[in-house]
Every structure is written in C-alpha cells, then in structure tokens.
C-alpha cells in the first residue's frame, strides 16, 4: 500500500550504533528523528496553549482515541475539521487506537502492571471477545465497545496523520501462553484495522492518514520475532512497539533490543509510552525513531522540573528564597521571563495553576532540546558522548 | 507630604459629565485613567503568564495582603524584590490593606454582605479593637494580627507602587451608628498607617511607594461627607471608595455618587472592587479614576467569555459545534489564535485548565478594550455614546 502525503527518508546513520536521523513527512508538517511525541490527552498539551507549544519548538503531538471518543466524541471533533483544526495545533498529530487504556481498564492497570506494580482499580472492563471489547465510559458510565473497524472509524475522524491499529495489551503478570493469544489476537485484529482502513481509502477529517502496525509479544524474543515479522510483512507505513516491557529498566531495555532485531528499519519506528532521558538515549541507539510519554507534563503538573542529570522538586521547601530560574542556561519561556524557583515553589503551594503552564513549557522546551542535541550528536557521530553529558552509559 | 516617583495629571476632562483623563506615574511606569485594575491576588493572575498579561495590554494589576501576609509571607516577597520582581509583571501594582478580607472572615462575608446577600461562612476573626483585628489564618489556622501600622510594614515589604491605609469594612445589616463607629475607628487606623508610611520613609522592596486613604462612611451622605472631607484633608497621594455600597445597583450608584460629591478631584480615585461595564461607565462618568474587580478572570474560569452587551457562557451545550471563536471581532490572543467556541466547551467539560488560561485571556483584553474605548471616547466628548452601544444608559 501506498501511502501518499506522506514520506520517510533516512538522512543519517550512526557509524557505533544503531542511531539514525530521518525526516517523516506528513501532510501537516514534517517531523525530524528522532524526536519526542507529547501527550495531548483530551485534545490539549495540559495546561498549555498551543502558542506556548510552537514556542517550545514541538514538532508533533499525540492525543488518545480513548479519551476522546468519549468526550467530546469523534464526531464532534471531525465536525470541527479534525483535531488539527480542534485543538488549533495544525501540525503533525498521532492518535492511539485506544487499546491500551481500555484493556488497563480489565488489568488493575496495564500501565501498572508494564511496570510491574499492582494497584486496586476497578474493573471496568466488561470484556474482550474475537469481535473487540466491551468497558465502561469513565464519562457516563455507559457501556461502549470497541472493535477494530471501530477503532480505525474513530481515528479517521479524529484525524490525526499518524494513527495505530487496535492491539490487546497484555500485562506483565499472566502466563506466557496469555500473551501468545493475546498477541495472535491483535495480529487478526491488525489486519482487519489494515484493511478498515484501505476500504475507507485512507482519508481521515483532516486529509490523508497513514496506519502504524504495532509489535506485540511481551518479554519472549521468539513472540517478538514473530510479531516484528508480521508486522513487517504488511503495508503498514511505520511500526510501534507496544505491549509488555518487562517489570525493571533492565528488562525494558532487553525487549526493546530484541524487538528491534527483527523490525523493519525502512518505517519509522515508535516505542509507546516511553519516554525517560535515560530511555531515550537507550531507545534511538537501538535504530528508534521517536516516542511518547505524559511523564515530562505530568511530572510539571506537580512541581517537578527537567535539568540535565536533575529533577528538581521546586514543591520542597529549600526553594523559597531562591531568585534562580529552574535552569540559568534554559532557553524555555519561563527560564527567560525570570520565574524564580521561589515564585513557582509559592504557586505550587498556594495551588495556583499557572505553575503547571509555567513548569510545563520549561519541561516540554527541555524534552525538545534533549531531542535536538541527540539528533545534533548523531550527525556528528558523538552520541555517546552526548549520553555521557546526561549521565547515560550507551 | 509629598510622594517623589509619582505624579497624578488630569488630561482630559468630559464638558457633559465628570469623566477625566489623566494619567497616573508611578515608579514602575505610567497609568492612563480611567482604568481596570486585575486582580493578582496570591501574585499571580490566575492561569494567565505574564507574558498574557502583558500582550493583553494591561495596565497596573493587584494582589491582595491578606493572603500574601500568610503564604508566602511579606518577608519572601521583600527578599525576592518584591511584587514585581518576584511575580515578574514588573509593572505598576497596588495592594489592598488586608481589612477587606479580615472584616470579611467576621461577618459571613463582607463580600456577600455588601451585597446585601447572607450566608453561612464560619467566624474566622477572633476580635476587632482599637489596636487592630485578631484573626485565624486560613493557611495554617495559627492566630495573626493586623494593626495599621503591620500593615503598612507588610504592603512597605511587598512593594507595591500604590498601597491602602488599613480600614475596618462593616457589612450591610449593621444598625447606622455601628458604621458611624467603624468610620471614626477607620479614620484613627488611616491617621495612623499614614504615620508609619511617613515614618518608613514611604521606601518598600521595590522602591518609591504612594498611600491611598479610604472613605468610608457606608449608605449614608452624611458620614460619606466626613470620610472624604477627612480623606482630603491629610496628604494620601490618592483615595479610595471602599466600606458598605448598598444592598443594590441603584443603592450602590447612589453611594458612589454622593461620595463623588465630597471627594478632592486633584487626587487619583479608586473605586473598591466594582467592575461590572455597566457599573465602570456610571462610575467613570462620576470621575472616578480606576476599578478594581475578580469578576472577569473568575468568571473566565468558570466558562463565562464577556462580548459586548453579553455574557457567554461556554458550558451550555449549545456551543458544541460551534467553531467560531468567542468573538469574531475580538483581538485577544485567544480569538485570534481561533480557538473554537465548540472547543473551550470542551476543555471545560473536560475540566482541562488550558480553559481557564484561554477564556481569562479574552476576558482581560475585553476589559482593557472598554477601558481603551472609555479614554477614547472622553476625549472625543462621547462617553454616553459609547455606552449606550454597550447597553449602558448614562
């Protein structure tokens, strides 16, 4: 299948690793790689306007289908021209297929549960079947059910220009042969998400689409061998590694190596949900091109800034007579307008959400230029060194 | 005495009514009157960086003593440079005495009572005497005092260009020689926090300040009379109209009137938190100078977007597919950016606070835009006109 409107195109290759730059071309922007995917949940980067994003320098967002088919749904948002035009992003734009938040709902927390904790959420999950499955709407409370077809229905209305085809989420705590099904079971889930979205032509709200398939297989080389193949056997324009990885940063960095293996190195290639510096580094000398995570906005919400090698609790009391910007070298909004880290202790504890906005656009700002320097690096053969500067021994 | 760093110059002056022109100098730059001041109550425009403010076009914005004496205390505040340093508006400022929100805490709530509206609020004010108020804090619940002179030293250290001598605010539902007491107590306490500014030097954090004196005296004429004579009497370098208004619009434009009848015209004045359009056009036409109000950035955050003769309120479903912005013909940075109606009733449906950022800075730029209008307007001799096309009757 082709895939028009949209291009990947490999400009360099690390010589000591498998780190590479490349530019992924879509009809509302082009985004260089690697590069660092942020979370626009419900349609909006938490607490900040778009104008401070542009200002920060992203190249691409993501929001979640599961969220938003919910509230305010999908029809509303294609309504209004697509998420682009929603949000007033206007520039490059993921969906998830909605698979992993809903099957978090059935397991605890298949966040948790990738990570290796266990938490008492309750099931929400009313079931999963051949056909899809069935959960509860955090909104309303109504049951709704999500299929493949579905899914894919859901993201052409949304409109994003890269989106992803149902998976089942498996967490970390169940037999290998759970994970087996589960995976064959997204393998006939990601052929008739592929062919949903062939039939309907590809063309979303906001104008042409293009469909990542997802690698599945939990911790087992042989799973990911075989769900890397399969994945890359199909028209899919590029490649998410999802599911289970593993419950230690050991264990993530051993499924993330031998997933990459067996992926296709001509698509682009995403690992979900991932997204600490030291993962980063660890993720793009493996060949990875870009990821996501809400940890950096979500982690500003609550007073916790990004600097090199540091994170800053700006909620602890030994900021409060601090005139220091977060980072006298940051060249993020905040840092520039000369917000001390005592005035944003103060707001932190009076509650007042302009913290979160002006934490946020320094965190994004600095995931943006972590992003820079590495593609930087690669180009000068000296990602290593690099990592080194961040504390990360590649 | 006199207050070096400041001047007040009348420029303009209406021939069918009392409105001026003029401008106010202060250390931290000029501000053309008639004017709105935002409320910056705990040092921050609630969801709005400085860099909003600014581009909205405000003038001069306030925080409150109250709940700066209490977190972060006045102390942290002198140390980081004062208001506006530490805020980084950097801009002209003013704060309130504290007397508002502690008489407040004593009788439901000032607020409410001044409205004439009753409700339920716990006794938080532990006991007024001729020394001063002893109340709780709502921070941490230990015992604070305010006598006029700590809070002459508390505004000296926070800094700001204009500060308020401390006042005792009575309710509505009070018998008539109750306010007469409260005046007469209000006027000792003035005489009083004028000394300990003289004696301070008139130098806070952040340099050069000027004291404003408040008339009191509630519904009555003739205690209206006393208060602004006393006012003029003593060398405030402006005055401010505070104390009980009435228990309606009409009731509260008869007081501001009378007021305005005994009031030194030579001196800048202030209206004490009225900002309602309606209420700001009758009250410029009286000559009052500036205005002070929560209403337009806490009704922004709770989806209520201000247009001309109209209040919007972006939670009513009606707005969903709505994608023109609040105002078409609005400038702010949120109209301009396009930002839908259909997705501000998103975003507060879904309880995301990039609405209030998003609706408070319309809300800001549509204050300053009347105030803008209003000076316009007095120097072209068209006040009434003006507003009648905002539905105001002069």
Redesign the interface.
Known sequence: MQYPGFDFCITDQASDSAARCATITTPHGDIPTPNFIFCAT??????????AIRAAGVDIILSNTY?LML??GSA?VA???GLQE???WRGPMLTDSGGFQIFSLGHSSVADEIKGRRTGRGNMLYGISEDGARFRSYVDGRAVELTPEKAIQVQMRLGADIILVLDECTPYHIREIQTFEAMERSHRWALRSLQAFQEAGGVGSAGLQSLYGIVQGGIYRKMRQISAEFAGEHPFFGTAIGGCLGSSTQEMYDVMAMTMDYLTPQRPIHLLGVGRVEDIFRGVALGIDTFDCVAPTRMARHGGALTKGLRLNLHNAVH??D?APIDVTCDC?TCQ????R??L???L??K???A???VSQHNVRFMVRVMLEIRQAIREQRLAVLAKEYGVAL
Chains 1, 2 share one sequence.
Do not use: F
């Open positions: 419900k349609a909006n980067l938490k607490a900040m306007p778009i104008s969220h509230q305010p509303v309504g209004h021209g929603y949000s007033r409060v007579n005139r909004a307008e000369g917000y001390s005592g005035y202790h103060h707001l504890k009076a007042e959400v302009l979160m906005t002006l």
